[in-house]
Nanobody, 125 residues
Framework: QVRLQEFGGQLVQAGGSLRLSCVDSGRTFSRNAMGWFRQAPGKEREFVAAISWTGSNTYYADSVKGRFTISRDNAKKTVYLQMNNLTPDDTAVYYC??????????????????WGQGTQVTVSS
């Protein structure tokens, strides 16, 4: 079964850093746009970052711009999210997503067809 699997979530102190990874077990990773979303308790799932299949185009939510970096390694079928200067507001379950391309509505969950199960990131103050 083709799936996305996230790794790297853990408890970290405010101001710290984490790198999340998402591995795609399918065969179309190098031709897929990839994205990261997050969902905090009681809130809707929100867009964090996205990257085109070539890696040449990246997109970020305003709340993470300058602190988070999305990247990918097509040979390893892995997309990364480097998160720096974390704050308690970054606490959430982080989800990896995939789709054939990045559309105009890439910041919406409906624009992505495949999802991982999520990994918990908790930032303590």
């Amino acid at each position: 079964q083709v799936r996305l699997q996230e790794f790297g979530g853990q408890l970290v102190q405010a101001g710290g850093s984490l790198r999340l990874s998402c591995v795609d077990s399918g065969r179309t990773f190098s031709r897929n746009a990839m994205g990261w979303f997050r969902q905090a308790p009681g809130k809707e799932r929100e867009f964090v970052a996205a990257i085109s299949w070539t890696g040449s185009n990246t997109y970020y939510a305003d709340s993470v711009k300058g602190r988070f970096t999305i990247s990918r390694d097509n040979a390893k079928k892995t997309v990364y999210l480097q998160m720096n200067n974390l704050t308690p507001d970054d606490t959430a379950v982080y989800y990896c997503a995939a789709d054939r391309s990045i559309g105009s509505y890439h910041y919406t969950t409906a624009a992505w067809t495949r999802w991982g199960q999520g990994t918990q990131v908790t930032v303590s103050s």
